[in-house]
């Protein structure tokens, strides 16, 4: 079945340094690739969405990649700041639309 | 701006009760999705509908069902609640194939 995976439950990094966050899907080719955030009690916020044919996407400080050889896609932060801390999803359409289980990002002042 | 209004921020109840989640949208989607969220499970579909009175079973239906009887409205029973269901449930609505968006979520204990 189609699975989505978030090799880092957690991640530490220190400010300003750049965030780097790996989605890997297996047993199918998805259309496209989102990337939520959601802070602790409240439900996760759309970021960015990049399509099968497209390598990358930026939005402000946010970049995202897809390699559809490597299945996998990279989400980055750039210039990291404490207000980025918060869990990380990456999700995807398929027979349902799946979820990956989060990264947890702290950004260390 | 799009807003997702789940009806209880937390919620109590006691095994064996039949217990009703709602969820209102406001921007008229066509879609509406139940999931529950669990620590080192992530977020994992219920239900979900495409339309008033439709319904489709997501990847963890069982002890569930679904009510949507208008187009703004999507509610989740658990008809006979039982501890492994304390969860969050986090309602989510969307247009086509468009991103979701998300209510706060109801954290549900079942005791």
């Known amino acids: 079945s189609q699975k989505i995976e978030q090799n880092s439950e957690a991640l530490n990094i220190q400010e300003g340094k750049t965030a780097t966050l790996t989605c890997n899907y297996t047993?199918?080719?998805?259309?496209?690739l989102q990337w939520y955030r959601q802070d602790p009690g409240r439900g996760p916020v759309f970021l960015l969405l990049i399509r099968e044919n497209e390598k990358e996407k930026r939005k402000e400080r946010l970049k995202v990649t897809f390699d559809t050889t490597l299945k996998q896609s990279l989400f980055h932060i750039t210039a990291s700041q404490p207000a980025d801390s918060a869990t990380y999803l990456c999700?995807?359409?398929?027979?349902?639309?799946?979820f990956g289980p989060g990264t947890r990002l702290s950004v260390l002042p | 701006d799009v807003k997702v209004t789940q009806s209880s921020r937390y919620l109590v109840k006691r095994t064996g009760e039949k217990v009703f989640l709602e969820c209102v949208q406001d921007?008229?989607?066509?879609?509406m999705f139940w999931y529950r969220q669990d620590p080192g499970l992530g977020l994992r579909l219920i239900y979900f509908?495409?339309?008033?009175?439709?319904?489709e079973k997501g990847d963890i239906p069982e002890g569930y069902s679904v009510s949507r009887e208008k187009k703004e409205r999507f509610s989740l029973i658990l008809e006979s609640a039982s501890t492994n269901q304390t969860s969050m449930y986090l309602c989510a609505s969307s247009w086509g194939n468009q991103p979701q968006h998300f209510g706060d979520g109801t954290r549900l204990s079942i005791l």
């Open positions: 921007m008229d989607h066509e879609n």
């Open positions: 509908s495409y339309d008033v009175k439709m319904k």
């Open positions: 999700a995807s359409d398929g027979q349902n639309f799946v």
């Open positions: 047993n199918y080719s998805p259309a496209y």
